[in-house]
């Protein structure tokens, strides 16, 4: 699948694994909100031109904390606290008990994966879902190549936190598809 790729979407998969590095995380897997911090990164591919088209440009810093904030609540959506909360549960309460008792971030700890033993970064079973999709999503835009618009688009299309922070900040797939594409569904960005 990996040939398909184009080179911006080859620079995604490589800043994804720089976001892991980086942080220390050694063994540790990529996720989709990896990915997505690495396309929030890229300028003058399609996907940059989608977001800064869909009003991200100038509001990408509001996105990297929504990140942050969804993983120190350890990776739950904000529709999975509402839901808790209807439950009577509150996740700042219990986030806030941690993080006094064991550190800021206790709980933004990522999950090892299968292969840490091998001291390499891999990528964990939501990236390697999203490159899945775009591989489907290009294939449904008739796209030859995986670019980083696709891997945008599958971000958008899979349940979890990138989807949400998207939607939030007004990235959805319907209109990702209308700033690439169009209403004849024929490419428009270069």
């Not at 690495?38 to 977001?51: C, H, K, M, Y």
Request: hydrophobic share 40%.
């Amino acid at each position: 699948m990996f040939e398909r790729f184009t080179k911006d979407a080859r620079d995604v998969v490589k800043g994804a694994y720089a976001y892991v590095e980086g942080s220390g995380g050694e063994g540790w897997s990529v996720e989709p909100e990896h990915l997505l911090l690495a396309l929030l990164d890229r300028e003058g591919s399609r996907g940059s031109f989608a977001l800064v088209a869909l009003g991200l440009g100038e509001r990408r810093e509001s996105v990297r904390e929504a990140l942050r904030e969804a993983r120190r609540r350890a990776g739950l959506t904000q529709a999975e606290t509402d839901a808790l909360a209807g439950l009577g549960i509150d996740v700042e309460e219990i986030v806030a008990r941690v993080e006094q008792t064991h550190g800021v971030g206790a709980l933004a700890g990522g999950s090892k994966d299968k292969r840490w033993w091998s001291g390499r970064s891999s990528f964990g079973r939501g990236a390697r879902d999203v490159l899945e999709r775009s591989l489907r999503v290009a294939l449904a835009q008739r796209d030859r190549h995986i670019g980083d618009e696709h891997i945008l688009l599958a971000l958008t299309t899979r349940p979890g936190v990138p989807a949400e922070v998207l939607a939030a900040h007004g990235v959805t797939y319907a209109s990702v598809v209308r700033v690439l594409y169009g209403s004849g569904g024929e490419a428009k960005a270069g």
